[in-house]
């Protein structure tokens, strides 16, 4: 069961970024062809965008996040030693190096990974959470986010916020192309009459409108899929799956922290915001919960 579960989230987590990358590509494609008279123009400068920006976040991944969401970094294991040797203990069992450990205070129980690889990752834990969980249920939350840091997801996240902001980026450019003179194509196509370069026209246009939309919903299904192969990964390294039940039980009760990002939210390991759950689940950050305790309890 374990094993089925982590093959099926691997293959849902491919689709999901092929096809975020298409998004990225189709909304070059869309904002060359409107404005700028050249598909093949508008996918080069996408591409370009999306490789400098990509860089860019993944090399100063760490850093950004953690001065984001406040967390200030324990040197060694006398500042907190369960949580020190807990991350040490997981890290070992994972076969990953020891990452960086960074604590946030704040009340409410939470907990994160970050980094470009596993070689530079970083784990980050509330003051809460080091209060509310007893050992084996701390064992479990780090565990999870050692599944993060050994399959890369933490790279994966930083990609995706990445390519993100590039569609954001791309729609920016769009825009001002539009009302700085922009869309000659639009205004040629209408005059020569064209009504397949007329429906090209619409059809490019409603992809860099929905772009953002698209984007978010892909970075939101991501993350979910990523949550559920971090918990069966948590008990493939503790052994024990009652340790991560009983933490997420804790943590689905608590007060939304105060220190989080939001822009960070989808890296903790349980919603931070404490949001009220979207229509579909298409916009949550993280799985229910409640789905989450129950494929746990069948493993």
């Known amino acids: 069961m374990l094993y089925q579960q982590i093959a099926q989230n691997k293959r849902r ?33 996408a591409t370009v965008i999306g490789v400098i920006y990509m860089i860019m976040m993944i090399s100063r991944s760490t850093s950004v996040i953690m001065s984001m969401n406040h967390g200030h970094e324990i040197k060694n294991e006398d500042e907190a030693p369960e949580l020190w040797h807990v991350v040490e203990d997981m890290a070992l069992v994972a076969q990953v190096p020891m990452p960086r450990v960074f604590i946030i205070d704040d009340a409410s129980p939470n907990a994160f990974a970050t980094g470009n690889n596993p070689e530079h990752a970083a784990v980050a834990a509330t003051s809460g959470i080091l209060k509310q969980l007893n050992r084996e249920e701390l064992e479990g939350v780090i565990g999870h986010e050692m599944t993060h840091v050994r399959n890369y997801d933490i790279r994966l996240s930083t990609i995706a916020l990445a390519l993100s902001a590039v569609v954001a980026m791309l729609v920016n450019i769009g825009m001002h192309s539009f009302w700085w003179g922009g869309g000659r194509r639009s205004r040629n196509d209408s005059e020569g009459g064209g009504y397949i370069q007329i429906i090209l026209m619409v059809f490019s246009i409603l992809i860099v409108i929905l772009g953002p939309l698209a984007a978010s ?53 349980s919603d931070p915001m404490k949001k009220k759950k979207s229509f579909a689940h298409l916009f949550d950050t993280h799985p229910p919960m409640a789905d989450r305790i129950e494929r746990l309890e069948k493993i």
């Open 217 to 269: 919903i892909a970075q939101m299904a991501l993350s979910r899929n990523r949550e559920y192969l971090a918990d069966a990964g948590s008990v493939e390294l503790t052994r024990n799956p009652q340790g991560l039940i009983s933490a997420l039980k804790k943590i689905s009760t608590a007060q939304p922290m105060k220190e989080a990002d939001p822009s960070s939210a989808a890296l903790y390991i």
């Open 13 to 45: 987590t491919v689709y999901v970024m092929i096809g975020f990358l298409l998004l990225v590509l189709a909304i070059g494609a869309a904002i060359g062809y409107v404005f700028y008279d050249s598909y093949i123009a508008g996918i080069l400068m």
